[in-house]
């Protein structure tokens, strides 16, 4: 072997060997990287009972209540296969609506989630407003939620309608949650 | 495995510092071309986008310059490579000229994405795996450039900056796939899914345009950045000192 191949072998060697290396602790600390637990994950009981964590999904529609003299607000999050109940109070972002993606930060007390500070997720779809309402018109949109549902964090749902409660035709795209 | 003689004439450092003269007028324009046309377009002629409306059109600066700081990262690993195993001195010298660019760039997509994400997310900022490995890849670049001022040999400064970049490649797949292997605040990918994107057309060209043209910029500025660092590397050879009388007439 010249000097030269041992270079190249020194370099691929590296590449391999950082590669797994990496790649075993990202399989170990695979929970911790998760940011947030999705509704069924938590009645399987795999979040933490006693200290805050992040609950992901989607607002279910129809869900949401807000209090007329406060700035409470509940609605339930849907993973697609169950359902959670959470508590807020205070101002969320603009994107938060029946059928969106949000993350929120919080405590379970009493098989509810009493959250602090809720986010919204956006969705990787991006479209001129004439073009999602000629979508919903057609009926081509639940086609898309369906194929938005797939991304392998989602838990698939029963087909045709991802949100238990609410009408296909009113189905919001999903987005990766 | 040898490298073909061409790619020793070209990267001597002689005939790069004439052909890359040449190069960067051109890059120059049409950078500042698809520049202009890309943030016309994106900026007005594109429309405002279903679900957030004007504020999406950050990510005309955003992604194009999530993508460079990956890129860049890439050309920085391949040419240290190449300068390691073929001790082809300007393939190094790429390699240790690109990181102040690199680095720009990223630190550009996080604070356009920290932007972004007040008004739509709710907060500047989350630790999830995606935003994290963008972080991380900013110490990288920081990490290198720090390491090539610390070593005052050029040769031993390659090299030690050449493992530091192999080491650090295994974060460009973590960074592109985080947003699928783990749940993360940020979306998941639009461009780039082996199906068609999930931008309409009208959004898509525009940022294409953008990324065209950031590309070109890079081209550009790396080209200057490394004649300048090639005329100090070599100052006491008889070319460079002919080419400084000849510009200095």
């Known amino acids: 072997m010249t000097a030269r191949q041992k270079r190249m072998m020194f370099v691929a060697m590296l590449v391999a060997g950082i590669g797994v290396f990496i790649s075993l602790i990202m399989m170990a600390l695979n929970e911790n990287i998760n940011h947030f637990f999705s509704p069924t994950e938590i009645l399987e009981g795999k979040a933490p009972v006693d200290h805050s964590f992040r609950i992901g999904g989607l607002v279910v529609t129809g869900s949401v209540k807000r209090d007329p003299n406060s700035l409470r607000i509940d609605f339930d999050l849907t993973d697609g296969a169950k359902n959670y109940p959470v508590i807020y109070e205070g101002i969320l972002p603009d994107l938060f609506r029946e059928g969106q993606g949000i993350v929120a930060t919080g405590i379970i007390k009493n098989n509810v989630f009493i959250a602090e500070e809720v986010?919204?997720?956006?969705?990787?779809?991006?479209?001129?407003?004439?073009?999602?309402?000629?979508?919903?018109?057609?009926?081509?949109?639940?086609?898309?939620?369906?194929?938005a549902m797939k991304h392998p964090e989602n838990v698939p749902v029963g087909e045709g309608n991802p949100y238990p409660g609410s009408p296909a035709s009113e189905a919001r795209p999903a987005g990766a949650l | 495995m040898k490298l073909p003689a061409i790619v020793?004439?070209?990267?001597?450092?002689?005939?790069?510092?004439?052909?890359?003269?040449?190069?960067?007028?051109?890059?120059?324009?049409?950078?500042?071309?698809?520049l202009f046309a890309g943030l016309y377009y994106g900026l007005f002629v594109a429309p405002p986008d279903y679900q957030?409306?004007?504020?999406?059109?950050?990510?005309?600066?955003?992604?194009?310059?999530?993508w460079m700081s990956m890129f860049i990262y890439m050309v920085m690993a391949i040419s240290a490579s190449v300068g390691l195993i073929w001790r082809i001195k300007t393939a190094d010298l790429m390699a240790s000229v690109s990181a102040p660019i690199g680095a720009a760039f990223t630190f550009l997509a996080l604070v356009t994405g920290s932007l972004w994400g007040k008004p739509m997310w709710g907060?500047?900022?989350?630790?999830?795996?995606?935003?994290?490995?963008?972080?991380?890849?900013?110490?990288?670049?920081?990490?290198?450039?720090?390491?090539?001022?610390?070593?005052?040999?050029?040769?031993?400064?390659a090299r030690a900056g050449a493992v530091l970049l192999i080491v650090g490649v295994v974060n460009i797949p973590i960074i592109h796939y985080s947003v699928e292997w783990w749940s993360t605040l940020h979306q998941g990918a639009t461009v780039g899914k082996f199906d068609k994107p999930s931008m309409h057309i009208s959004m898509l060209i525009p940022l294409l345009v953008m990324a065209t043209s950031f590309k070109l910029y890079y081209a550009a500025s790396v080209l200057m950045r490394a004649r300048g660092e090639i005329l100090r590397r070599e100052q006491n050879t008889r070319w460079v000192k002919e080419v400084v009388e000849n510009e200095s007439k």
Request: charged residues 20%; hydrophobic residues 45%.
């Open chain 1, 119 to 147: 986010l919204a997720k956006h969705d990787e779809n991006y479209m001129p407003p004439e073009v999602a309402d000629a979508l919903k018109k057609s009926g081509k949109w639940s086609e898309e939620n369906i194929e």
């Open chain 2, 8 to 34: 020793h004439k070209f990267s001597s450092p002689k005939n790069f510092y004439t052909m890359s003269g040449k190069m960067i007028p051109w890059f120059m324009w049409s950078f500042l071309i698809t």
């Open chain 2, 52 to 66: 957030q409306g004007e504020s999406y059109r950050i990510m005309y600066i955003h992604v194009p310059a999530a």
């Open chain 2, 123 to 157: 907060t500047y900022w989350v630790w999830d795996a995606r935003l994290t490995s963008e972080l991380i890849l900013l110490f990288l670049y920081l990490g290198f450039i720090a390491l090539q001022a610390a070593i005052e040999d050029p040769r031993n400064a």
